[in-house]
């Protein structure tokens, strides 16, 4: 995957191009992320890329023309016919989905705005997508094009350690529109909380069982919109049962409680 991202603040990148698993896959030539700066093409000896917005009002507002030469740089570099990605609140939200369909892309612009945001002739002539990752403001698009990178990075083949681990993430393959089991490791007993007997058992059919129980049970507590998302697609027999147990379960924990 080639990306290419316009940024006023391009060292900020360097968090996901030198570490971890974004780090590994551009070491490995999986992705390749170049970060353009519109500053490059203004033409004043300030290097001015913001003005006032017409209507008056606070802050400043990202001119056209600088954001116009840095995107067709970028396109130079990724392809003309790259996807032109603007992160902004006002976007679609981020979901697993969207990263699903995003990654199947080999060439992706990403736009980081700032300030009040960016001219709007400017997003309604040159972009595709717009994306928001939540209902916050934030001081740039760094951080969210950051995020979506990352994410796109790990549905990249190769680029995780076991062929398996996006699979088995939350939101998705069997945990589509579900959260995460809880995950342990040694040492088995820590301060009286112990390892769940099933996951010692060396009971691989009971081991997915409990797992896909717990997933049912806590986007039960926690994200019930989810799951009313899942049983529209339709629980099968068997995620029907495993939520039963664990709702009646934690029903019973609860009054032992009480």
Not at 16 to 39: D, F, Q
Request: charged fraction near 25%; include cysteine.
């Amino acid at each position: 995957m080639q990306l290419a991202v316009l940024t006023l603040f391009p060292q900020m990148f360097a968090a996901i191009t030198e570490h971890g698993v974004t780090g590994r896959a551009v070491r490995e030539s999986k992705l390749t992320l170049t970060p353009v700066n519109p500053r490059d093409f203004t033409t004043d000896r300030h290097g001015t890329v913001d003005d006032r917005p017409f209507g008056g009002g606070p802050g400043m507002v990202m001119k056209i023309e600088p954001l116009a030469k840095a995107l067709a740089s970028a396109k130079s570099i990724v392809g003309e016919d790259a996807l032109v990605v603007y992160l902004t609140p006002q976007g679609e939200p981020l979901t697993q989905g969207l990263v699903d369909e995003l990654a199947q892309r080999s060439n992706v612009v990403l736009i980081a705005g700032r300030y009040e945001g960016i001219d709007e002739r400017f997003i309604e002539a040159e972009v595709h997508r717009e994306i928001s990752i939540g209902d916050y403001v934030l001081s740039g698009g760094e951080l969210p094009a950051m995020v979506l990178i990352d994410a796109m990075a790990r549905k990249l083949p190769g680029v995780l350690g076991h062929q398996d681990s996006a699979t088995q993430d939350s939101f998705s393959g069997e945990l589509d529109n579900l959260l995460d089991c809880p995950h342990y490791t040694r040492p088995v007993e820590y301060a009286g909380r112990h390892v769940p007997d099933v996951l010692l058992s060396g009971n691989h059919e009971a081991i997915r069982r409990w797992r896909l129980k717990q997933a049912l049970g806590r986007t039960w507590q926690r994200r019930p919109e989810l799951l009313q998302a899942r049983r529209a697609a339709g629980l099968c027999k068997e995620e029907d049962a495993l939520l039963a147990e664990y709702i009646e379960e934690h029903s019973t924990d609860k009054s032992n409680t009480e």
